[in-house]
């Protein structure tokens, strides 16, 4: 099988509860959403070419002509595993759940933890590879970011994803409303309880405006009452200089 690839390297996890892990990034193009402070550049069929680092960490990037087949892509991870050890190899994009075939044949030729970053609408390709998954990292799309709402899609979602090492995270600007944000809690509090839910600070883009400080206390305060475990962690990779 081949496919388009934006990029292949090696970097810190910036996001989430693995924050800060040691990952191979496999980026793939496209997405069905429409966030309005989507800061990466994902289009299909944009990408003539693929960046792959030369070695792991290097930022040396050598230009590989699109589509890639499955077995050169589990080749050059499987040559990253072996100069650095990695905690996962973390498949994002845009959405890549839209290339769940291609994600499988990847998986099932390499011997790493399979990370799996997603927006958390699409249940039926996950239910196609979950089997071939150990970390899913699942975001909540409130109202006010997209075009139209997807909480039946979430929902759907979490009831596959919960089986597995999932943490879901929920972006918050200074535009969240509290009714969406408190809809957000409640439904992982009826459907998973016990997993960790991440509040991420706004980096503003795409005219999204950050969050004050009071906003970001206040939203914890409230998921606290509903969640377990419920973290305040922003995109540090972006603070850092990282990938």
């Known amino acids: 099988m081949q496919n388009n690839l934006i990029e292949l390297f090696s970097s810190i996890q910036g996001e989430g509860k693995y924050v800060g892990c040691r990952q191979i990034f496999v980026r793939l193009e496209g997405c069905n959403l429409d966030c309005q402070y989507c800061d990466t550049e994902n289009q299909p069929g944009t990408h003539a070419a693929a960046r792959i680092e030369t070695r792991a960490g290097s930022r040396r990037f050598e230009d590989w002509p699109n589509p890639l087949s499955a077995a050169l892509v589990a080749e050059k991870i499987r040559a990253m595993l072996k100069e650095i050890p990695h905690q996962a ?25 399979i990370f799996l970053e997603t927006n958390g ?70 459907l998973a309880p016990e997993t960790c839910f991440i509040i991420q600070p706004v980096t503003p883009s795409g005219g999204c405006q950050a969050a004050a400080p009071e906003q970001i206390l206040c939203a914890q305060e409230y998921a606290l009452r509903y969640l377990n475990d419920v973290r305040v962690i922003p995109q540090t990779h972006k603070m850092i200089g990282q990938l």
């Open 89 to 113: 190899v973390s498949f994002t994009g845009g959405e890549p759940l839209l290339h769940a075939a291609f994600i499988r044949e990847i998986a099932e030729q390499i011997d790493a933890k």
């Open 121 to 190: 609408t699409l249940y039926r390709p996950l239910a196609d590879i979950l089997d071939v998954l150990d970390i899913i990292s699942m975001d909540i799309k409130l109202p006010s970011i997209v075009s139209r709402p997807q909480w039946e899609a979430h929902r759907e979602f979490i009831r596959l994803a919960r089986g597995k090492d999932l943490y879901v995270k929920l972006v918050v600007a200074a535009e969240t409303g509290p009714d969406e944000f408190h809809q957000a809690v409640k439904l992982v509090a009826e």
